[in-house]
């Protein structure tokens, strides 16, 4: 990394650093889309359902993941860029086996609560048998995806983002392959479509696990003396990312709790199929924000918080125009997307109506978002919070229990857009704090 080049092309800078992580995990993204292609027109509107009700364990994941890695990888770049390199290493070796620990406990801890969360969602009949065949076989892919996503981060943040770039693609195209030799030659149904997952994250892992054997110039693989100060940096650092991956999480268990009891497995269905779409564009925003994140922290290291700033405004600027694209195709699409996933004339009128209100949030969610990660970069891991507390938990679940009882399902996709104008506003007044 080079402080007069970040300054002299800010942009090119950041898509030099983005575009490989966008493009990773959008491909991460259309793994799950493809699932729900899938799902959908191989077992059936049920089986959809059936992996949205599923989601918060994934978010709980994620959560978990990104709180280490995410914290690791911003203490490890600052010392990075003050020339630490011992320290920077130490750190790094540190995140990926604590990540590692976190995930297996994560995975043994939640086989325990499967029957208690279905029986709290009303899940019966052909969507808990389903649930039960598709998250039994996940569990091993999710513990792979965090270890994958953290090792991901620190082969960007050495200055070599398309390799991971291309080892999602490897696996996108593998998962696409697996899905319709399990969904479709061999029949094997949803819990086919979790092997192919599996199968497709293992094959990754060992691509990135070669990488820092053979390859890596600053993050090196070996022993490492375990840090008790280091550790609880990490964890607060990464506490606004755990935050509102959790947040998320218990998000869209409130979702499925209002939705299974007011409108029924079909509203649940619509949900997955709109949320494929806000899946995808957040994971550009993620994308942007893991590209930007080792920047920043750099500039931060470096004593040039001036810099720093202007990443985030160029980043944001950049995610509300893809923001606002998105919202225009997906609602002059809508009646063709939804018919991609179900045939069903009630779940696509759902699906259209939903496209046109839930894509609002798209104006602002992604500039929230990056703000979030912008200030987790710098090490202010309060207002992080805060961020991620008001557009993951707070004021959503207020929105979540409130407007659909008035508004019924349009209620539900009005959820999302409120709460993200809402959060853009206290992003607004912690960003003036900082530069007052």
Not at 81 to 105: K, P
Not at 251 to 263: E, L, Q, T
Not at 293 to 317: D, I, M, Q, W, Y
Request: aromatic residues 12%; glycine residues 10%; hydrophobic residues 55%.
């Amino acid at each position: 990394m080079n402080l007069e080049k970040i300054r002299q092309n800010t942009t090119g800078t950041i898509l030099r650093f983005s575009v490989p992580a966008i493009v990773a995990m959008l491909l991460t993204s259309l793994i799950t889309v493809a699932d729900g292609f899938f799902v959908g027109n191989y077992v059936g509107a049920e089986g959809i359902a059936a992996v949205n009700l599923g989601l918060p364990i994934i978010y709980l994941f994620l959560s978990i993941g990104l709180m280490v890695s995410v914290g690791g990888a911003a203490l490890a770049q600052m010392a990075f860029g003050a020339g630490e390199q011992s320290a920077c290493c130490q750190t790094f070796r540190q995140t990926v086996a604590t990540t590692v620990v976190f995930a297996v406990l994560t995975g043994m801890a939640v086989a325990l609560f499967f029957e208690p969360m279905l029986d709290i969602l009303g899940a019966q009949g052909q969507v808990r048998a389903y649930f039960k065949s598709y998250y039994g076989v996940l569990l091993p892919e999710l513990v792979l995806m965090v270890v994958n996503s953290c090792l991901g981060m620190f082969i960007r943040g050495e200055g070599n983002p398309q390799f991971f770039m291309k080892v999602n693609a490897v696996s996108v195209l593998l998962n696409v392959v697996l899905d319709d030799v399990f969904a479709v030659v061999l029949h094997v149904g949803i819990a086919g479509i979790a092997v192919a997952s599996l199968l497709s994250a293992a094959v990754s892992f060992g691509c990135l696990l070669y990488y820092f054997i053979k390859k890596a110039a600053v993050y090196r693989l070996g022993a490492f003396s375990f840090s008790a100060a280091v550790c609880v940096k990490t964890l607060l650092n990464g506490s606004s990312e755990f935050i509102g991956e959790m947040s998320t999480g218990i998000a869209m268990f409130a979702y499925n709790f209002v939705i299974m009891r007011r409108i029924g497995v079909d509203g649940v269905t619509a949900f997955t199929i709109v949320g494929y779409v806000s899946y995808v564009f957040s994971m550009v925003v993620v994308g942007f924000g893991q590209g930007v994140s080792p920047l920043v922290s750099f500039c931060f290291g470096a004593k040039e918080g001036g810099l720093a700033r202007r990443l985030r405004r160029r980043t944001n600027a950049l995610v509300f125009a893809i923001g606002a694209a998105l919202f225009l195709m997906m609602t002059a699409l809508a009646d063709w997307y939804g018919g991609l996933f179900v045939k069903n004339i009630t779940i696509q009128e759902m699906v259209r109506s939903g496209m046109l209100i839930f894509t609002v949030s798209f104006f602002f969610c992604g500039m929230n978002a990056i703000t979030s990660f912008y200030f987790t970069a710098v090490g202010n891991a309060l207002a992080s919070a805060l961020i991620s507390l008001s557009r993951g938990f707070v004021v959503l679940l207020a929105c979540i229990f409130v407007l659909p009882a008035y508004f019924g399902m349009t209620g539900v996709w009005l959820a999302a857009p409120v709460t993200e104008a809402v959060t853009m506003v206290l992003c607004a007044v912690l960003v003036w704090k900082e530069n007052g």
